[in-house]
């Protein structure tokens, strides 16, 4: 059975000031109420309609902005499936290092998955990496 799956890079930095200030959001004629972070605001727009959601953080992205992002997840998106998976990758900006996190990522997939894929925040080395 085919799913949708919603991957997403999150980012570091003082939420106010490295792209993470409240923004409201338009997607296909419909807007969105105010909110920090572009992941919600993806979720909201596709009605939490997914099978599974992962977020992609490195150790310092985790500890410095994913919990302000689920805290904003679970105030916000009031419907669909509300847990978020992480996956963990590493901050090595050398071979070895971008092989892991390839795996990582490559690790969710399932054949004939529907993906939607969040490229707003991250090393620019990552994104493509991910595509």
């Known amino acids: 059975m085919k799913r949708r799956i919603f991957l ?45 959601k992962y977020i992609i953080c490195t150790p310092k992205a985790k500890k410095e902005t994913y919990n302000l992002m689920i805290k904003e997840y679970s105030e916000n998106v009031i419907s669909g499936n509300k847990e978020w998976k992480v996956i963990d990758i590493n901050e090595k900006n050398n071979e070895e290092g971008i092989w892991e996190i390839f795996e990582e990522i490559f690790k969710v997939f399932e054949n ?20």
Do not use: W
């Open 8 to 52: 997403s890079f999150l980012g570091t930095g003082n939420p106010q000031i490295a792209g993470y200030s409240p923004c409201k959001y338009t997607f296909e004629g419909k807007e969105i109420k105010e909110l920090m972070f572009v992941q919600n605001a993806i979720t909201t727009f596709y009605e939490n309609n997914f099978d599974e």
């Open 112 to 131: 004939d998955d529907e993906v939607i894929f969040d490229i707003t925040h991250s090393f620019r080395y990552i994104l493509m990496l991910g595509i």
